[in-house]
């Protein structure tokens, strides 16, 4: 549910065409990480969101303008 959540927001900056700073020539666009785990007393905040910027990286590294997801079950 919340990669189909940030997969609309990186469309709806897409539908935007906001002009970006450094090339008015290219547009805005965001790359997103989702991480999900099932509710337990071994899983902490700072794990969940360590988890979802490992995710945002490698949306990064793998060509930006696009949304990861990292589960238990790993990529």
């Known amino acids: ?3 189909l959540l940030a997969e609309r927001i990186r469309q ?6 906001l002009p970006h700073a450094a090339d008015p020539q ?3 666009t965001i790359s997103a990480g989702v991480a999900s785990v099932q509710p337990s ?3 902490e905040m700072p794990m969940l ?4 910027d490992r995710a945002l ?3 990064k590294n793998r ?3 696009r ?3 990292w589960s238990e079950t790993g990529w």
């Not at 709806?12 to 065409?17: A, D, K, M, W, Y």
């Not at 969101?49 to 979802?52: S, Y």
């Open 63 to 65: 060509g930006r303008d």
């Open 26 to 28: 290219w547009s805005v």
């Open 12 to 17: 709806s900056v897409i539908e935007t065409r």
């Open 67 to 69: 949304v990861e997801t």
């Open 57 to 59: 990286y490698e949306a």
């Open 41 to 43: 007393n071994e899983i």
């Open 49 to 52: 969101v360590e988890r979802a």
């Open 1 to 3: 549910m919340a990669s």
